[in-house]
């Protein structure tokens, strides 16, 4: 199949131009963030550069998330912290936030300068940039369950046996009965890898796309429902 152009696609409405552009805006902030930044971490590390890029990046961002969280939505100062053993900690939240509000400005200035009426380029282009990073983003967290290391068999991760399940938080209840079964891990696992590798062509990117729904909506549901500190990650996904 050929591929649009401009031409043959009808001029978008005016709430789909705006949406578009917010979406855009958002996705790029995010994602350039949580998925492509993380694949220059090797040759930082190569250089002993003291900052990753992950942090360079955050290094920008944070004191605007900061600024948004405290005056407009009357946080804590003391929750914003930054936490590198959490991805749920406040400043997350703030992070993401600061890019929800940057997407509405740039959303909004972009829709009182712009004249085109389609984004057919842009669209096909944000569709690469999201399938990409969705499959990058799933695919070591399928290995990691098709080989099963996430979530340890119990008989191997004493920790499952010593201590006494009413006692164990809803993660590690989670981790539990995940792990117990290595057969449902693998079978998550291979949902995940079937989704990343369906994703990279864009003959069959509706079909990967149907599939990575699944996966990340139940992976959701797992973080929101079990208290895993991943919850914002799996939802953007």
Known sequence: MTAPVADDVPPWNRLKR????IAFAYFVLYHIDETYLGLLGPIFRVLNAPMGPRAVYRRAWDP???????HLFSADASLLAT???????????????????????????????ARRRDYVALDRWLSDFLRFALALSL???????????????????????????????????LWAFVGYSVPYQMFAGFTELLASLLLLTRRTL?????????????????????????????LNL
């Open 206 to 234: 509706a079909i990967g796309a149907l599939v990575a729904l699944v996966a990340t909506v139940n992976v959701a549901a797992f973080n929101l429902f079990y208290d895993v500190d991943i919850k914002l990650f799996s």
């Open 83 to 113: 936490m590198n053993s959490n991805t749920d900690s406040g400043i997350h939240y703030a992070r993401v936030g600061s890019f929800l509000v940057a997407a509405i400005v740039i959303g909004a200035v972009w829709s009182a300068l």
């Open 64 to 70: 605007i998330a900061r600024w948004i969280a405290i």
């Open 139 to 173: 695919f070591p967290y399928a290995v990691s369950k098709v080989f099963p290391v996430q979530m340890l068999p119990g008989h191997l991760f004493t920790t499952y046996l010593l201590q006494p399940l009413g006692d164990k938080s809803p993660a590690g209840l």
């Open 18 to 21: 705006v949406a578009f552009r």
